[in-house]
């Protein structure tokens, strides 16, 4: 099965989702890899190599392989993930920019005729009032619950070749990836592997 993190907008979260979501499916027990599909800046692969990573495993076949792009929309990398996913995951930001930003990613998934797309909305900060407008937008795909908070977890742990829970499982960062991921197993994943 395959899941792909895809936008063209730029710094939005991509390679930040793929690589907590994939820490917290290989937590489950599920054998899983990340294929680094950003050739420019190698996010994922930077990150594997400076926490020196056995899982997820780095482009490699596996149960559950996620794909992180660069922020491209004329690249091959995300015309190709887009026809490839099984599930299609979107990061959106939390303005109006980054939202007019993700429109013609949205069309490309459309185009492609994909059903399996859950929106998330990252970097949000609770409480305030564009987290109410942001709640109110309508969007063409599936919105998921879990919204993720912009949170220093997720940068510390981007940085140090880490997930958010294995700096702190307690932390609310930790939650919220629990939490996404048990919304794209209900939502979208029945394929006979462990994903408790
Ligand atoms: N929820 C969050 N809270 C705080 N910082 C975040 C969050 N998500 C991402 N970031 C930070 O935002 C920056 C961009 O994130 P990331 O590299 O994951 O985005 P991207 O979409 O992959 O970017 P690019 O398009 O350049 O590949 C990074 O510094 C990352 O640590
Ligand atoms: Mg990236």
Known sequence: MKIAVISAKGGIGKSTLCAELACEFARRGVD????????????ISEWHSIGQRSTPKLGAEAVLELTDIQPSLDAKSLQNAVVTADIIIVPIG????????TRDTLEVIKAAKKTRVLIVRNKVVTGTRMQKVLAQTEAPFPVAKTEIGY???FIVAMSTGKS????????KAASE???????????????GVSVK
């Open 94 to 101: 939390p303005s109006g920019p980054d939202l007019w930003a």
């Open 177 to 191: 990836i629990r939490s996404l991921v048990d919304e794209i197993v209900s939502n979208f994943i029945n394929v």
């Open 32 to 43: 899983v890899s990340i294929h680094d599909h950003d050739h420019k800046q190698k996010t």
């Open 151 to 153: 949170r220093q977890d």
């Open 164 to 171: 958010a829970a294995e700096i702190d499982a307690e932390s």
